[in-house]
Structure formats: structure tokens, C-alpha cells
């Protein structure tokens, strides 16, 4: 038994981990790398192994940087399943599509480039047919299930309150009657979070392959995430300003939706427009919708209302891009949703020229801003920012709520994997940047958990 780090090694995205036992190769997440251009086309593109030997993929949630890669690896010869839950599956549909659609964009703008400096052009990762071939190898796991999904290797997926149908994967290894139990956290959520249910903790795990995003780093103490929307809203009203709030499709949008609902039922702001700027939000909510066995009770209680929790009359959710540029012309304060959540690309670009130098307005942080990415730029309040070739002065007022993560902090991870019967054996941690993970090692070290690795991209461990 073997596990070889791919990807998310000492970085936060392009999660991959191969995992061989018995000869047969299983692939936990095969997700695209995010970060400066040109580095991460080069990285998409060259997988480090041969995926028609990959027996099958376990894809523990639809985030791109977990899914995103799965249709190049279908393009380049991987035949097996792709297993998730079912709103995972569903999810993915419109999220790898989009992601077609955002490659294609992507390498046009490259080869035009290219063509002018008479070089040969680029194709995309993927196209859209690619897509569709890939969808048909998903299969739904619903939680609790157990199922085979290798020789000696059994699987059951767990909730990890990260995002609607993100799992903890429980995997039973056996290779020539050696027995372990392998926990792969994929990203693990913040117990009370909206709709979703709560993170369930695992009870046995002699290897554990965890996250670390946010390793060294506490959450603000009961950041009380209604009131300060409320807050930050109503000040950016009464200056007549909009909001913008860059925010994920998946996860992220919906939870920022239902807090803001809920303020409109208890008459907590005053009247103004509601505007959730991306088709792939749309979809996705309906998916959210179409998964009422991920809800929590709070959400299950809701729903008896007969309410939609995703869904109010001061809300709209816009698909066409001319309704999109039409909010360009909207002289009244509102509130603007759009993606993508780290500004790197999408509909909230066009919007921030606008806003980015309205002192007026305000562009609410409600997300992890990783390295190398507008958002980060943005969110460290940068004096001017480059949109599309030009530079755009950075006069908005810069708020952040941060109790709207969709990651657990030190203190919440140290307490997950508090409910273990005894500490892992083993221990790597993955999806980090490196001093998070390195930090987050020592924590646990000191905690009794006698062997914990940081590893480096391409680096292989016998278990
Ligand atoms: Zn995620």
C-alpha cells in the first residue's frame, strides 16, 4: 500500500492523492490548480500518471479545485467510476461544464496572443464533450453507504459540513490481510454552519490525509455573521453605494443568500435589491434545492414553513449576460453576488470596475482569498488593481466577514480529530499553504499524534 501527493501538496488547490493497493490505483480528488496563469495551465495539463491505469476516483466534493481536473482525465483515457454522493454528482454537472466553458475562454485569450507572436496555439484542457463523456462515469454513494470500490478496499462516505454533498471519505484497506483504516477528510467545514449539517467527526483512523487551510489560524470568535452583514449593508446603503460580494456559485453564494433572507424576515434592513449575478449560481441552487437529505434540522424546519430558504422577492438571480451588463446602468443601492469567489475570473470582474473606485461602495470578503489571486490583492487593500489591461483605482471600502468560512480553523480541526478512539498512526496533511501545514503539524505533534507529514508535490509514502 502506497499513497503518492500529487496535488494540494504544500498548496491549497489541485487537490490529487493516487492510492495503490493490491496493484490497483484509486484516485482521491483530481482537481484543478489555481494560481498564476501560466504556471497553472502547465500544471493542469501534465497529469503525473497514466490515467487509463487509474482504477477508479473518489471525489469527496464538487469544489473545482477538487473536481475540476476529472474531464481531462476522462479525455486522457480513464475509463473507471467516479464516486461521490449524489449532490456531489449533481453539482459537479453544472460546475464542470462551466469550468468547460471558462477553459475554452481562457486558452482563446492565450492564443490570440500567441498567433500574434506567430507561435503555435494552445489547446484547452477540455472542451464541453469531454464533459459529458466524464458525467457519465459519476456514481451517487449517499452517506452511510458502503460500497467496494477497489479489491480490498471498501468505502462509506461521511458529512463534512464543508459545502452541499462534501464527504468525508472512510476508506477499509486490506492488502494480503493487512487491515487499515485510511480517513481522507477532503475539506472539512465550521460546525453550525447554514443548510448543511454539521461535520461528523471520525471515531477510527490509523491514516488520516487531512486539510490544513487554515492550520495556524483561529476564526473570530463567534462572529455573529447576520449582524455584521446587516451592518455592512445598511452603512453601504445609507452612503448610496452597492455591495459586491465576490462569492463561489456553490456554497458560499447560498449561505450569503440565506442569512441575508433571514434578515429580510425579521425586517432587519431596509428595502433594496438583491442581485445574484451567475448562471452557475442559479443552476447550482436548484441543485441545492433538489438535496433536501444534506439539509440540517434548522433548514429541514424551515422548509415546513413552505418557504424556499434559496429564494425571496427581493432576490433575483441572473443568467444572461445582458441582464448582467444591465446592472451596470442601476443607479440605486443594491446588493451584487457574482463570481468568481477569489476575483480571478467571471462576472464579478465586470462589476468591480464599477465598484473597485465608488468610495461609496463597499466589496465584501466572505471567502478564503488564496496567494497570487486578485482577491488576495484586494482583500489586502491594494491601492489599484488591473482588470482586463487597465488599472482601476481600489476605492471601496474593504470588509470582511469571516465567519462565513466554509473551513474549520486550528481549534475546530484539533477537535475533530479529537473524537478519534486513539491518534492516527499516520498522519499527512494536505490542502494548505505550507506554513499553515507545517504549523498545524507541529499543533499536533505536541498533541500526541506521534507521526505527521507535511508532504511536497510528487513526494511518495509507504503505509
Ligand atoms: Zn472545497
Same mark, same amino acid.
Given at each position: 500500500m502506497?499513497?503518492?501527493?500529487?496535488?494540494a501538496?504544500?498548496?491549497?488547490t489541485?487537490?490529487?492523492?493516487?492510492?495503490?493497493?493490491?496493484?490497483s490505483?484509486?484516485?482521491?480528488d483530481?482537481g484543478?490548480?489555481q494560481?498564476?496563469?501560466k504556471?497553472?495551465?502547465?500544471?493542469?495539463r501534465?497529469?503525473p500518471?497514466k490515467?487509463?491505469?487509474?482504477? @477508479?476516483?473518489?471525489?469527496?466534493h464538487?469544489?473545482?479545485?477538487?473536481? *475540476? @481536473?476529472?474531464?481531462?482525465?476522462t479525455?486522457? %483515457?480513464?475509463?473507471g467510476?467516479?464516486?461521490?454522493?449524489?449532490?456531489?454528482?449533481?453539482l459537479?454537472?453544472?460546475?464542470?461544464?462551466d469550468s468547460?466553458?471558462?477553459?475554452?475562454?481562457?486558452?482563446?485569450?492565450?492564443n490570440?496572443k500567441r498567433l500574434?507572436?506567430g507561435?503555435a496555439?494552445?489547446? =484547452?484542457?477540455?472542451l464541453?464533450?469531454?464533459?459529458?463523456r466524464?458525467?457519465?462515469?459519476?456514481?451517487?454513494?449517499?452517506? %452511510?453507504?458502503?460500497?467496494?470500490?477497489?479489491?480490498?478496499?471498501a468505502?462509506?462516505?461521511?458529512?463534512? %459540513?464543508h459545502?452541499?454533498?462534501?464527504?468525508?471519505?472512510?476508506?477499509?484497506?486490506?492488502?494480503a490481510?493487512?487491515?487499515?483504516?485510511?480517513v481522507?477528510? +477532503?475539506?472539512?467545514?465550521?460546525?453550525?454552519a447554514?443548510?448543511?449539517?454539521?461535520?461528523?467527526?471520525?471515531?477510527?483512523?490509523?491514516?488520516?490525509?487531512?486539510?490544513s487551510?487554515?492550520?495556524?489560524?483561529?476564526?473570530?470568535?463567534d462572529?455573529?455573521?447576520k449582524?455584521?452583514?446587516?451592518?455592512?449593508?445598511?452603512?453601504?446603503?445609507?452612503r448610496?453605494?452597492?455591495?459586491?460580494?465576490?462569492?463561489?456559485?456553490?456554497?458560499?453564494t447560498?449561505n450569503?443568500?440565506?442569512?441575508?433572507h433571514q434578515?429580510?424576515?425579521?425586517?432587519?434592513?431596509?428595502?433594496?435589491?438583491?442581485?445574484?449575478?451567475?448562471?452557475?449560481?442559479?443552476?447550482a441552487?436548484?441543485v441545492?434545492?433538489?438535496?433536501?437529505?444534506?439539509?440540517?434540522?434548522e433548514?429541514?424546519k424551515?422548509?415546513?414553513?413552505?418557504?424556499?430558504?434559496?429564494?425571496?422577492h427581493?432576490?433575483?438571480?441572473?443568467?444572461?449576460a445582458?441582464?448582467s451588463k444591465?446592472?451596470?446602468?442601476?443607479?440605486?443601492?443594491?446588493?451584487i453576488?457574482?463570481?468568481? +469567489?477569489m476575483?480571478?475570473?467571471?462576472r464579478?470582474?465586470?462589476?468591480?470596475?464599477?465598484?473597485a473606485?465608488d468610495?461609496?461602495?463597499t466589496?465584501?470578503?466572505?471567502?478564503?482569498m488564496?496567494e497570487?489571486?486578485? *482577491?488576495?490583492?484586494?482583500a489586502?487593500g491594494?491601492?489599484?488593481?488591473?482588470?482586463?489591461?487597465?488599472?482601476? =483605482?481600489?476605492?471601496?471600502?474593504?470588509?470582511e466577514i469571516s *465567519?462565513?468560512?466554509?473551513?474549520a480553523?486550528?481549534?475546530e480541526?484539533?477537535r475533530?480529530?479529537?473524537?478519534l478512539?486513539?491518534?492516527?498512526?499516520r498522519?499527512?496533511?494536505?490542502?494548505?499553504?505550507?506554513?499553515?501545514?507545517?504549523?498545524?503539524?507541529?499543533?499536533?505533534r505536541?498533541r500526541g499524534?506521534p507521526?505527521?507529514?507535511?508532504?511536497?508535490?510528487?513526494?511518495?509514502?509507504?503505509?
Amino acid at each position: 500500500m502506497q499513497i503518492h501527493f500529487h496535488g494540494a501538496a504544500r498548496t491549497v488547490t489541485g487537490s490529487m492523492h493516487l492510492l495503490e493497493v493490491n496493484g490497483s490505483k484509486l484516485l482521491l480528488d483530481c482537481g484543478l490548480y489555481q494560481g498564476k496563469r501560466k504556471l497553472a495551465f502547465e500544471r493542469n495539463r501534465s497529469l503525473p500518471f497514466k490515467p487509463s491505469e487509474v482504477h @477508479n476516483v473518489v471525489l469527496s466534493h464538487a469544489h473545482i479545485d477538487h473536481s *475540476g @481536473n476529472l474531464p481531462q482525465l476522462t479525455r486522457n %483515457g480513464f475509463r473507471g467510476r467516479i464516486v461521490c454522493t449524489p449532490a456531489t454528482r449533481d453539482l459537479c454537472e453544472w460546475m464542470l461544464r462551466d469550468s468547460a466553458h471558462i477553459q475554452e475562454r481562457d486558452v482563446e485569450h492565450v492564443n490570440a496572443k500567441r498567433l500574434r507572436k506567430g507561435q503555435a496555439p494552445f489547446e =484547452p484542457l477540455y472542451l464541453e464533450d469531454d464533459v459529458e463523456r466524464c458525467l457519465e462515469q459519476f456514481e451517487g454513494i449517499p452517506y %452511510g453507504h458502503e460500497v467496494r470500490v477497489a479489491a480490498g478496499v471498501a468505502l462509506r462516505f461521511e458529512d463534512a %459540513g464543508h459545502m452541499l454533498g462534501s464527504a468525508v471519505t472512510h476508506l477499509e484497506l486490506d492488502e494480503a490481510g493487512r487491515r487499515l483504516k485510511l480517513v481522507f477528510t +477532503g475539506d472539512v467545514g465550521r460546525p453550525r454552519a447554514p443548510i448543511i449539517r454539521d461535520p461528523a467527526p471520525p471515531r477510527e483512523a490509523d491514516v488520516l490525509l487531512s486539510e490544513s487551510t487554515y492550520g495556524d489560524r483561529l476564526h473570530a470568535a463567534d462572529v455573529d455573521v447576520k449582524a455584521r452583514l446587516r451592518e455592512v449593508v445598511a452603512a453601504t446603503r445609507a452612503r448610496g453605494g452597492k455591495v459586491l460580494i465576490p462569492a463561489f456559485s456553490v456554497g458560499r453564494t447560498q449561505n450569503v443568500v440565506y442569512h441575508l433572507h433571514q434578515l429580510f424576515l425579521e425586517r432587519a434592513l431596509p428595502p433594496l435589491p438583491i442581485f445574484v449575478d451567475s448562471p452557475l449560481s442559479a443552476n447550482a441552487t436548484d441543485v441545492f434545492r433538489a438535496h433536501p437529505e444534506c439539509y440540517d434540522a434548522e433548514t429541514l424546519k424551515f422548509l415546513e414553513t413552505g418557504k424556499d430558504p434559496f429564494g425571496f422577492h427581493r432576490l433575483t438571480y441572473i443568467r444572461e449576460a445582458e441582464a448582467s451588463k444591465a446592472l451596470n446602468d442601476l443607479r440605486i443601492p443594491a446588493v451584487i453576488i457574482a463570481a468568481s +469567489g477569489m476575483m480571478e475570473s467571471g462576472r464579478v470582474l465586470h462589476h468591480l470596475k464599477r465598484i473597485a473606485p465608488d468610495p461609496r461602495s463597499t466589496i465584501l470578503i466572505v471567502g478564503y482569498m488564496a496567494e497570487h489571486t486578485l *482577491g488576495r490583492r484586494v482583500a489586502e487593500g491594494a491601492e489599484a488593481i488591473k482588470l482586463f489591461g487597465e488599472e482601476y =483605482p481600489l476605492r471601496a471600502q474593504i470588509c470582511e466577514i469571516s *465567519g462565513l468560512s466554509g473551513h474549520a480553523d486550528r481549534d475546530e480541526l484539533t477537535r475533530f480529530f479529537g473524537r478519534l478512539k486513539a491518534p492516527p498512526a499516520r498522519t499527512f496533511l494536505v490542502h494548505g499553504e505550507e506554513s499553515q501545514s507545517l504549523k498545524l503539524a507541529e499543533h499536533l505533534r505536541a498533541r500526541g499524534f506521534p507521526r505527521v507529514d507535511v508532504p511536497c508535490p510528487g513526494e511518495r509514502f509507504a503505509l
